[in-house]
C-alpha cells in the first residue's frame, strides 16, 4: 500500500526494555521525523533525516535512538524505555522541497509500565 | 525548543457556529500550514501559506499569512459534527532546512 505506515500501532513495555518503532513509506521521500505527543505539549521533534544515512537531533533526543539505512525505513529505538516515554509516537515524511508539508503516519501509542 | 502560540487551547461549540483560530510567533515565518487531527490519527494537512498576506481557502476552511508573518489565522464557517479534533498550525523559517515548528493545538468540540 502507497503510504507511510507505522508499527505496531499499540505496544506495552516494561521500564528498562528496550523497544523498537518502526516507519516505512513508500514515496522516496528525503525528509523523514520522529515526533512525540503528550497532552499540553503538541508535537516535539525527537530526531529527523534529510536523507539516507544522514540523522539529526531534534527539540527532545535523549534517551532515543534512529538510523537510516534506506531511504524509505526510519526506525526509533528506546535504548532503555523510562515511563516517562509512554507518548503517543508519529513518524512523518517530506519531500526535499522545503514549501512541502509532512504527511504523517497514524501513529504508535506506548506505555512504559 | 521553541513552540508556536496557538489559541484558543480548546473551543467547544454548537452545530452551525463559525470558528476562529490563530497561532502566533517572536519570529518570522516564511510558510504557514494548518494541519487537523483526527482522534486515533495522525495529522493531516489541511491548508499552506507561503506568501505574506496571502488567504486560501479550502472548503469551509479559510486560512491566512498574516502581514507580518508572524502570525496566522484559521477560520472554519457554519460547523459540523465531523470537524472536531485538534487543529495545528507549523511554521517554517526558511533556508535550507526543512523542519517544521509546530504549536500547541486547539483543540474543537462541536454539538450537533
Known amino acids: 500500500d502507497a503510504g507511510i505506515t507505522q508499527s505496531p500501532r499499540y505496544k506495552i513495555t516494561e521500564t528498562g526494555r528496550q523497544v523498537t518503532l518502526m516507519c516505512h513509506q513508500t514515496?522516496?521521500?528525503?525528509?523523514m521525523f520522529w515526533y512525540r505527543q503528550d497532552l499540553g505539549h503538541g508535537l516535539r521533534l525527537i530526531y529527523y533525516?534529510?536523507?539516507?544515512?544522514?540523522?539529526d537531533k531534534g527539540e527532545v533526543p535523549d534517551g532515543y535512538v534512529v538510523s537510516r539505512s534506506k531511504t524509505e525505513n526510519f526506525p526509533l529505538t528506546l535504548e532503555s524505555a523510562t515511563r516517562s516515554q509512554t507518548s503517543v509516537y508519529f513518524c512523518?515524511?517530506?519531500?526535499?522541497?522545503?514549501?512541502?508539508?509532512?504527511?504523517f503516519g497514524s501513529g504508535t501509542r506506548l506505555t512504559v509500565v | 525548543g521553541q513552540q508556536l502560540n496557538q489559541s484558543p487551547q480548546s473551543m467547544f461549540i454548537q452545530e452551525g457556529e463559525d470558528v476562529s483560530m490563530n497561532c502566533t510567533s517572536s519570529?518570522?515565518?516564511?510558510?504557514w500550514l494548518w494541519y487537523k487531527q483526527d482522534p486515533g490519527e495522525g495529522p493531516v494537512l489541511l491548508i499552506a501559506?507561503?506568501?505574506?498576506?496571502e488567504l486560501t481557502s479550502n472548503g469551509r476552511l479559510t486560512a491566512q499569512f498574516g502581514i507580518t508573518r508572524k502570525d496566522s489565522f484559521l477560520n472554519i464557517s457554519a460547523s459540523i459534527p465531523s470537524d472536531v479534533g485538534i487543529y495545528f498550525c507549523?511554521?517554517?523559517?526558511?533556508?535550507?532546512?526543512?523542519?517544521?515548528?509546530f504549536g500547541t493545538g486547539t483543540l474543537l468540540a462541536v454539538q450537533p
Open positions: 512523518a515524511s517530506s519531500e526535499s522541497k522545503p514549501t512541502y508539508g509532512y504527511t
Open positions: 514515496w522516496s521521500h528525503s525528509y
Open positions: 533525516s534529510a536523507a539516507a544515512d544522514i540523522t
Open positions: 519570529s518570522i515565518f516564511n510558510t
Open positions: 501559506l507561503y506568501k505574506a498576506g
Open positions: 507549523a511554521g517554517r523559517r526558511g533556508g535550507a532546512t526543512n523542519k517544521l515548528i
